[in-house]
């Protein structure tokens, strides 16, 4: 299992730091938020990209992920949101990372209608994806939280650079077992995202397995290469603990969960 975090926990928080956060911990790799409010995002400059690619190539860490906020199921007009599929995509390549995180973002729509959406613009996207060499993944979020949702899109799409991430906070609130989230996701899985929280009406961070999250029964349908991020939302929780203090303890609590299937 290989093991990374997202900078959702560190908001703000320059590059050379984030990295050897994540090399002093015994992290493989970052998924980066990619917002303008912070180091990294689509507006950087080429010299600016160079500069965070070879940072992390120094320290020995991954960017796994960028991790954009383009919603592909929308309502409104597809161009907005392809140019920003586009843009995404290509930061990524320019950082090395193989994969780009994208939220559904249905809203109150019809929800064939929002699939159809969804899949018209994943799709139409795709073949830069691939072009560049990058996934894009869609995440169980928002209007298509359960496993089934996102993979009812993934699967309408049938590219191979049009993936799933799963988010298990969310398939959890959807009602959805971990193996059946894993069933359906894996024929398009990149890599998981794990949380822990307190109940369904209190989603601030914990320290993992200071929850209620399924964690051991998720982390069992994976294979032993999985790639598993700590998405720990302190940006979104600001009186939440620290993620640094957290970091050795919930990569020690992931590993003691037990060995994934091999």
Known sequence: MKLAFSTLGVP???VAEVVRLASGHGY???ELRAHPEEPVHPGLGPAERAAVADEFKRG???ILTVA???KAAAAGDDEPVLAELAGLVELAHDLGAPYVRVFP???DQDPAEADAVAARRLGAAAPHAA???VRILLETHDSHRAGADVARVVGTVGHGRIGALWDVMHTWLAGEEPAASHAVLAPHLGYVQIKDIASAEDTAPLALGAGVLPLKACLDTLDAD???CWEYEKRWYPGAAGLPE???AGREHVLRLGSPKQ
Do not use: C, F, I, K
Request: proline share 4%; glycine share 34%; no cysteine.
């Open 226 to 228: 999985s790639w598993v």
């Open 12 to 14: 703000g928080m320059p």
């Open 28 to 30: 493989q790799g970052v």
């Open 131 to 133: 072009d560049l060499g």
């Open 68 to 70: 954009g906020y383009a």
């Open 60 to 62: 020995g860490v991954e």
């Open 105 to 107: 973002g249905g809203g």
């Open 246 to 248: 957290l970091l050795t």
